[in-house]
Every structure is written in C-alpha cells, then in structure tokens.
C-alpha cells in the first residue's frame, strides 16, 4: 500500500483512521451488532443527517443495481437494500465492513460487500454494471479523490447516475475548523479531509460526469457535549435564529455538498 510520499498521508493512513473508529459507531449505546444497535444508529443518523433520504431516495433505486462507494457501517446500505435495491458495497475498511456485513445479516437482507480501496475497483467490479453509484463524505478523504471518479464512470451504465456528497469549502463547519472551533471528523487526527468548491466539483469531475443537481445541506447545530450524551439541545445561536433563517445558512453555508451527475 502506498504510505505517501514527503509526509502526504497515504491509504494506509485512511485505512487505520478509519479502522480504529469506524464512522458512526457511536451512534448507540446498545450492545453494538444487534438489532437495537443498528436501529438506534440509523435512528441518530437520519435524525442528524435529514437531507441523506432524500438525497439517495433509497425507494426509487428498488430493483435496479446501486454501488456505494465507502459504506462504512452500512446504514444507507441497508436503506438500499430494504428499498429493493440489489446493493453492491465496497469499504477500505475491514472493521466498518465487518460490521456492514454484520447488519445485513441481522436484518436478513442481500447484498454484496467488498473490503476495497475504491481507488482500484475495477479489478472487483464489472464495467458499466450499475445504475447508481452512490458515495455520502468519502470521496474527499482518500488520497486520489480523481481515481474514484474514473473508477466510478468505467462501473456506472451509460445511463446511470452518480450521487455524491464531498464537504463544502465555503460553509459554516469550514469556517469553525479554520478557526479552531471544530474539527472534521468525530474522532481527531483524520489524515485527509479534503473540501469543495463547486468549481472544483467540476474539475473533478471533468470529461467523465455532467454535474445536473449541484446544492448544500446541512450545518450540525446541537451543543456537543451534550450531543455525546445523546441530547439534542440547538447551540442558543440557532436557537435564536428563525427556522426559515437556519434553513437558508444550510443551503448557503451547509458542510454537505450534494451532487448528482450523469456520465458523459
Ligand atoms: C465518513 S465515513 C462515511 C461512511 C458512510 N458513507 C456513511 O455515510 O456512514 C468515510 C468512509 O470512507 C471509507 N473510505 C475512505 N477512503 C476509501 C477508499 N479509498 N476506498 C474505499 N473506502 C474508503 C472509510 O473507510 C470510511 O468508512
């Protein structure tokens, strides 16, 4: 595996970031791999995260062939897959897979799970094999985010459709990060956390995917410390601020930027 070059961080480093805590493992204190576990997970989940339902619309996929790229726990995978979707999911990370391959066993469902850099995928998958390839905050924290692209355009059908989610540049968490507030991640000393501007979308995507929808969604407004304790009190600045006001700053300033494109 590639360990980087003049202290860059490399795959390596992505994979034992995310081994030792695989994404939203937190997310419940049941005992984790049961039932309750991974109910409460996604209950957190989509709490927090609203906009992922109806940003993936898991139900319009049913019967027709989805890849996610990095999916973690499986949350959304199983969202595909109990939407009827017959699911393909590959992660770096052995543990997160683990516990993916795990979920779906508990709830019964068919899936097909890969332990995988994405950056390398054509040798796993079949080209132009699939309708949807779908990746929610991954792409952006491995080394050649362009890599995963090319792989996506060679595995999506020429009638596909790419959905993703990279972090914004220009958003309040941004802003907080830069000064000193927040970090990207749960869990300090993620390796690489790359964000966008929609320019730079485009030049990622350049020559393979036609950018069609192109929004931001989504600024985390509850008070940490008692959001660890499973507490959802908003931060006295939002509390403050009007609903129609906070929605507007999240189109304007949200971490989410959500994607959509279609092959060219
Ligand atoms: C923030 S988590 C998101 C997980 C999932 N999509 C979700 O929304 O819960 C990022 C995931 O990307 C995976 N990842 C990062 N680089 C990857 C790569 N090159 N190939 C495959 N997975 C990768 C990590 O292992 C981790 O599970």
Redesign the pocket.
Known sequence: MDMGTNNEPG?AD??GY??RR???IRHSRKDVGTREYFDEVEAR?YRVEPH?PEFASFAHWSGRRVL?????????AVSFARAGAEYTG????DV?LAMARRRFEVFGLDGQLFC????QLDAVVAPASFDLVY?????H????PRA?IECARRLVKPDGELRI?LYARHSWKAIMIEEGFDQP?AQSGCP?ALTYTPEDVRRLLDGLFDVTEMRQAHIFPYVIDKYLRYEYELQPWFKAMPTELFAALERKLGWHLLVVARPI
């Open positions: 795959i992505v994979l995310w081994n695989p994404c939203n989940k992922i996610e790229i990095g999916c973690g726990i499986g949350t959304d590959v992660d770096l990370s997160s995988h850099n994405a950056e990746s929610f905050g991954v792409i924290h491995t080394p050649q995963v989610m991640e690489i």
